[in-house]
């Protein structure tokens, strides 16, 4: 008897497409429950808990957030780290790949696996403590940019695509005089724009929800990122409760509404990355 490989065919899309909808349902639920709490009411959301559209409409939520010194400082204190952190982390990181890429520049192999052998092992918290302490970037954020201020993940991403840049034309433009620096900022990463998308959008990612580093480094509550706040809010708020900060109650509407507004410029960037997002990610993969 023969087969009909469209038969398979068909069997194979059906159950792609249940198990991607699946997995975005299970994405795109969670994140509708957080918005819908938000815009309700605190009686209604502790009448029904969980909620796919607002009940009670209201932004007494949001009014709440923008009226507290501590979360809206939060948000700022994260933008400021966004602004300033991913344009230092992209130039390092870009400038790092293309210096591993010059096969003359001696000691480059060392230097490639001091890379790779940082990925495997790290120091510690206390050291990095010890070392943060004497360099005088304790409670400042200057101690939020610097560990991120170059991935090895990442560089080796931007090295690989690097190397499907023809090295023919970094020759022509060292014939016509061109430097190193000339040759990266002029060919190398305007050749490079998807990759560079990508790694823009990955330590914007990692900026805005650090967590750990401004737990860790920072006491003074002026300082703090939004994610450390965000983290105080739920802890305090705990199953539904209401609890008072800064003189009035922050019931589970509120800390849906820090967790929307987290996410949501994430959210609005990404569409614009996305272009990039797959060609840079196979480009850097496929090559060593």
Known sequence: MRRN????????????????????????IPFMNIVSISFSSEVEVIKNGFMLFPRGFTLEAYKQIFSRSVIFSGLLNSVKVVLMGVPLSV??????AYLLTCKELI??????????FSMMFSAGVIPLYILYKRL??????????????MFPYYLIFVKNYFHTIPESMKESA??????ELLILFRIVIPLAKPIIAVLALWYMVDYWNMYFYPLSFITDAE?????????????????????????KLFGKNVTMGVMALTAMPILLI???????????IILGAVKG
């Open 223 to 247: 300082k703090k990122t939004i994610q450390p706040i965000l983290r105080d809010i739920v802890m305090q708020t705990g199953n539904g409760e209401v609890v008072k900060g800064g003189g």
């Open 107 to 116: 000691g480059v192999r060392i230097l490639g696996h001091m890379m790779v």
């Open 5 to 28: 490989p469209d038969i398979y065919r068909s069997a194979f899309n059906i159950g792609n497409y249940t198990l991607f909808s699946i997995m975005c349902l299970s994405m795109v």
């Open 174 to 179: 060292r014939i016509d005089g061109a430097n």
């Open 91 to 96: 130039f390092a990181t870009s400038v790092a």
């Open 270 to 280: 990404y569409p614009y990355l996305q272009k990039y997002l797959v060609k840079g």
């Open 136 to 149: 005088g970037i304790i409670n400042t954020h200057a101690v939020l940019i610097l560990p991120y201020l």
